[in-house]
């Protein structure tokens, strides 16, 4: 199973409604990412886990709450966005995450397309 | 800062031609590169990678792609391009910093390859 999935493929929220954003892997990765990209952009990095720790934070608004239960599943928790957060969100997973772990290709998922009104 | 050039954002081929996409990126340290497609109406999915070793790297479908670590490049070339190899072409770089690497994806590229 080569397959990064995420739930929902889509979303429409409020400015004060709180949602979540699902990835899952069945790879053994122990490295996961969300992504954020906003059309005809390039994906641009928000956050890196490693072995389940927070590795890397792009200086991403506290509105976007990442998290990591085990190692195939990473969330993304939203509160108090702006219709400027609106855009493809993307995950991915790698073998590894820390330094040796650059040398890995990511796998992506389809991404959730995120409305907010 | 670091950063990752893509000088062609879009690309239009007859089939049959040659294709070479630039890719040229800001970063003193340690880099792996990857090229990364997307296929209409699929995710992202990796073309080829480079990290050490030959500087000349194959990939799928025919793909290659040439690491000079003088010019901070990692072209990606293909001799015959072909109508199934339109798609929006995104350079990578992994770049090695404290606690981990980040990864810098180019702006893309379009191309369209006439039938």
């Known amino acids: 199973d080569t397959e990064v999935t995420q739930t929902p493929k889509h979303l429409v929220m409020g400015m004060t409604n709180k949602k979540s954003l699902k990835c899952e892997q069945h790879m053994g990765h122990r490295a996961m990412y969300w992504y954020k990209q906003k059309a005809k952009k390039p994906p641009e990095l928000m956050f890196v886990?490693?072995?389940?720790?927070?590795?890397i934070n792009e200086s991403v608004p506290s509105r976007f709450s990442p998290e990591c239960p085990n190692s195939s599943l990473l969330n993304l928790h939203l509160h108090a966005l702006q219709p400027e957060d609106s855009a493809l969100y993307l995950c991915?997973?790698?073998?590894?995450?820390?330094?040796?772990?650059?040398?890995?290709?990511?796998?992506f998922g389809p991404g959730t397309r995120l409305t907010v009104l | 800062a670091q950063s990752v050039s893509q000088h062609n954002h879009h690309v239009i081929l007859s089939e049959a031609a040659s294709l070479e996409l630039g890719c040229n990126y800001s970063?003193?340290?340690?880099?792996?590169l990857f090229w990364y497609v997307q296929y209409p109406g699929q995710h992202l999915q990796l073309l080829l990678k480079?990290?050490?070793?030959?500087?000349l790297v194959k990939g799928i479908k025919g793909f290659e792609a040439e690491f000079i670590k003088s010019k901070f490049s990692f072209n990606l070339r293909k001799p015959s391009v072909q109508w199934s190899d339109t798609a929006e072409y995104f350079c990578a770089v992994n770049t090695i910093n404290t606690g981990g690497f980040k990864t810098i994806f180019g702006a893309g590229t379009r191309l369209f390859v006439k039938a």
């Open positions: 970063y003193g340290g340690t880099v792996n």
């Open positions: 886990y490693s072995y389940e720790k927070l590795s």
């Open positions: 991915a997973s790698s073998q590894e995450g820390l330094g040796s772990g650059s040398r890995y290709e990511q796998f």
């Open positions: 480079y990290f050490s070793g030959d500087p």
